[in-house]
């Protein structure tokens, strides 16, 4: 929102066979939806040609925006989505950093690094002798926001200082 405050639609856009934990992360936003005076689209995909359906659905209507959660098939069409994502100058968040990296507007996701030393950590107690089953469930504890400013000024869009300050990494 501090992005891109114009944005009052937003299509959280998944592939519901790679990425089912999409529909929960998708209720998460339809429930903070209205404290933003947002509305909240659930897009389920698994084609190209629904990717581009649905961005071009959000584009017709002014205030649309878009919602990428982390999936293997937006990652499998990363450079369509990039591209559909500037041609409709829909601003856009995704929930891998190498999206962001690649042309993106904004990031933010768990600190994937930080996962795989945290789950090195319960391989190196199992093979010590532990139980998988009495070791605790742990959540990730670190996310990263990144932001593309090279997007962000090719879509006319300006970022506040403050958010910049809090990003872990910021693209130019």
């Known amino acids: 929102n501090a992005i891109a405050p114009q944005v009052r ?28 005076a947002a509305e909240v689209i659930r897009a389920p995909v698994q084609e190209p040609t629904e990717i581009e359906a649905v961005m071009a659905m959000v ?4 205030g ?19 591209e559909m994502a500037l041609r409709y100058r829909l601003p ?8 962001a990296a690649a042309g993106g507007l904004v990031s933010y996701g768990i600190d994937r690094p930080g996962q795989f030393r945290q789950a090195a950590g319960y391989v190196d107690r199992i093979l010590r002798g532990a139980q998988a089953s009495e070791l605790p469930v742990q959540r990730p504890t ?11 000024k090719a879509l006319g869009l300006t970022v506040p200082p403050d958010l910049l300050a809090n990003a872990a990494e910021v693209i130019e």
């Not at 998944?14 to 933003?36: D, I, Y």
């Not at 584009?59 to 002014?62: N, Y």
């Not at 670190?142 to 962000?152: D, E, M, Q």
């Open 64 to 82: 649309g925006g878009l919602i990428f959660p982390i999936d293997s098939s937006t990652d499998l069409h990363r450079q369509l989505i990039l």
């Open 92 to 99: 856009a968040i995704y929930g891998a950093r190498k999206i």
């Open 59 to 62: 584009a017709g209507e002014p």
């Open 142 to 152: 670190k996310f990263a926001l990144v932001i593309n400013l090279t997007t962000a």
């Open 9 to 36: 639609r937003v299509a959280v856009i998944f592939n519901s066979r790679t990425a089912p934990g999409a529909v929960l992360f998708s209720r998460s936003a339809e429930a903070a939806a209205p404290k933003l």
